[in-house]
Nanobody
Framework: QVQLVESGGGLVQAGGSLRLSCAAS????????MGWFRRAPGKEREFVAG????????YYTDSVEGRFTISRDNAKNTVYLQMNSLKPEDTGVYYC???????????????????WGKGTLVTVSS
């Protein structure tokens, strides 16, 4: 059983940065692969970044590669998404999610995530 709470969203100008955090409850956090997803206004939810349970493997969708960095601190039961060089098209609600299964080296499937946070809004102005 895992509960996830995102924070760190807000309004930022294009080219700026934000750091999102996802705090998890439960004693088995380190057993879960973690991912970030987002949903832009009027669009479907999409995968953004994923990190393995150990933190040794990460994967990013092409549109954020080189700009975003996912990391985790298992001692703090927290996963992060550092977002740099933000663009207006990055605007959306960002969700963190957890899964026990992830092949790695590929995008996470939203339908396979077992737990979800309620999201945090990121707005990038032009």
């Amino acid at each position: 059983q895992v509960q996830l709470v995102e924070s760190g969203g807000g309004l930022v100008q294009a080219g700026g940065s934000l750091r999102l955090s996802c705090a998890a409850s439960g004693p088995t956090f380190s057993s879960y692969h973690m991912g970030w997803f987002r949903r832009a206004p009027g669009k479907e939810r999409e995968f953004v970044a994923g990190i393995s349970w150990s933190g040794g493997t990460t994967y990013y969708t092409d549109s954020v590669e080189g700009r975003f960095t996912i990391s985790r601190d298992n001692a703090k039961n927290t996963v992060y998404l550092q977002m740099n060089s933000l663009k207006p098209e990055d605007t959306g609600v960002y969700y963190c999610a957890a899964t026990r299964r992830w092949p790695t080296a590929q995008a996470m499937d939203a339908d396979r995530m077992g737990y979800w946070g309620k999201g945090t809004l990121v707005t990038v102005s032009s």
